[in-house]
């Protein structure tokens, strides 16, 4: 069975009710909510950033294949864990989900694909780089600029591709 968000987040940190922006720091990991108790912005010693919020059934594998773990790595206290009507039930923290991603690499979870190794030729002194392991790849991801609706693909768009939200042609956002 997969871990979710729900059996990896902490729930020792401090809410507060405001309207303000988050401070430059806190003393403890502190998630901003508004007068409706939405998540707004978290803070902690490292730093302030933007709620980034996750479902509570949110499965690690996915969080670790996302945006949200280099997001996370780079720029965020944590991410907010939520329930079905989005108030705040925990965070999950950088560190909880790097010890997902070694507990993953110690039980070789990523895929392998076909049995060859590398042709003889190629000297390798690392017996794993002359393996055929392959890590799991993201979709891409492009927004249409007639419509603004997001594309998921698997592999690069066609140049006459359709457009998800249907009727017209994706007209490829690229930034």
């Known amino acids: 069975m997969s871990l979710t968000a729900r059996d990896v987040m902490l729930t020792d940190h401090r809410i507060v009710e405001t309207e303000h922006g988050p401070p430059e720091r806190a ?5 901003g909510v508004d007068g409706r108790g939405t998540p707004r912005w978290v ?3 490292g730093g302030r950033g933007p709620a980034l ?11 670790l ?7 996370l790595l780079s720029e965020l206290p944590a991410l907010v864990v939520v329930d079905e009507s989005g108030r705040p039930m ?21 895929p392998t694909y076909g049995s060859e190794p590398l ?21 891409i991801r492009v927004f249409c600029q007639y419509c ?14 359709d457009c998800v939200a249907g009727g017209h042609q994706l007209r490829a956002v690229w930034w």
Do not use: K
């Open 43 to 45: 803070a902690g010693p």
């Open 53 to 63: 919020l996750i479902a509570a059934s949110t499965p690690v594998d996915e969080l």
């Open 148 to 161: 603004g609706a997001l594309n998921h693909f698997d592999e690069f768009p066609e140049t006459e591709q």
């Open 119 to 139: 042709s003889a030729h190629v000297s390798m002194d690392d017996s794993l780089l002359a393996g055929s392991l392959r890590p799991p790849t993201l979709p």
């Open 27 to 31: 003393d403890e990991l502190t998630l």
């Open 90 to 110: 925990g965070v999950v923290s950088a560190e909880a989900l790097a010890e997902q991603v070694l507990r993953h690499l110690g039980r070789a979870a990523w």
């Open 65 to 71: 294949t996302s945006d949200a773990l280099i997001r």
